[in-house]
């Protein structure tokens, strides 16, 4: 009889230590677990701050380049309006660059205040021959250089 209680009370015993061995893996697996979802957690909880910030320095670039945008607008606007506040008087009539050209032996035409093609052809010539921009228009650097003709007929 003991050696039968003893072969039924070892069995008893052994299974109480394979389950204990058997929970200790399970806990240890369960706090290895546990130790990874904090870290994956912080992870991200490290990136949601780093999108936060990404997009906070989206948003002032966006900001500045919008602010860039309107200041060379107002740039683009500022210039239109100098252009066209420039006064007239400073600028030469149809008959004052034809007589400049003639003067500076660039036109042979008729002086009639009509800018037409033997003008501006005679407007591109005078311009090649000063190292100007061949454009066939009379800006400011055209006529600075053309006033000095102007001068010679008076």
Do not use: H
């Amino acid at each position: 009889m003991r050696k039968i209680s003893a072969l039924l009370i070892f069995p008893v015993l052994l299974a109480g230590c394979v389950s204990t061995r058997s929970l200790n893996d399970i806990q240890s697996r369960v706090d290895s677990l546990e130790s990874k979802s904090q870290q994956t957690e912080s992870a991200i909880v490290s990136l949601r701050q780093g999108q936060e910030k990404l997009q906070a320095n989206y948003a002032e670039q966006a900001q500045l380049v919008q602010k860039i945008q309107d200041e060379q607008k107002k740039a683009k606007d500022l210039l239109m309006k100098a252009a066209q506040a420039r006064p007239k008087a400073n600028m030469p009539d149809a008959k004052e660059i034809q007589s400049a050209l003639k003067n500076a032996g660039f036109y042979k035409g008729e002086i009639d205040g009509a800018i037409g093609e033997k003008t501006k052809e005679a407007i591109r010539s005078f311009q090649s021959a000063n190292d100007l921009n061949p454009d066939g228009v009379v800006g400011s650097r055209t006529w600075s250089a053309l006033t000095k003709y102007l001068e010679e007929r008076n």
